[in-house]
């Protein structure tokens, strides 16, 4: 990796669509850790997170939607009142969050977490 901060902002904030949503990912909490053997995995909609950071922290709610190349997400019951009226969602850093509870639905993501466990 360069040290030179033009180049680094640029392998971050241009990089492919295949390198961002590995930077989706969040925590596990400790239960989870401990089942699963892992310390962290990429969040997807569906997944029940808690925030651990900023003005809604301590907030537990269910993944809406998951914006890859902001690495943010929307939360269920997370939202904020605009100036003209009505609520719009509010975007959280996946790195904020910790997740507590996993959407198994993926066969795929399913068998990954299965053979993880060592």
Do not use: C, W
């Not at 360069?2 to 669509?17: E, G, H, Q, T």
């Not at 949503?21 to 850790?33: F, I, K, M, P, Y």
């Not at 699963?36 to 651990?52: E, M, P, T, Y």
């Not at 605009?82 to 904020?96: C, D, M, Y």
């Amino acid at each position: 990796m360069s040290s030179k901060p033009s180049k680094v902002r640029r392998s971050l904030f241009n990089a492919p669509i295949h390198q961002r949503s590995g930077r989706v990912s969040a925590t596990l909490s400790e239960d989870l850790r401990t089942k699963h053997g892992l310390r962290s995995i990429r969040v997807v909609k569906g997944d029940s997170v808690k925030v651990l950071r900023g003005e809604y922290k301590g907030i537990e709610g269910k993944v809406i939607r998951v914006y890859t190349k902001a690495g943010r997400l929307s939360l269920e019951g997370v939202t904020r009142e605009k100036i003209a009226g009505g609520t719009v969602p509010v975007r959280i850093h996946a790195s904020k969050v910790a997740v507590t509870t996993l959407n198994l639905d993926d066969k795929l993501r399913k068998s990954r977490l299965e053979g993880s466990k060592k």
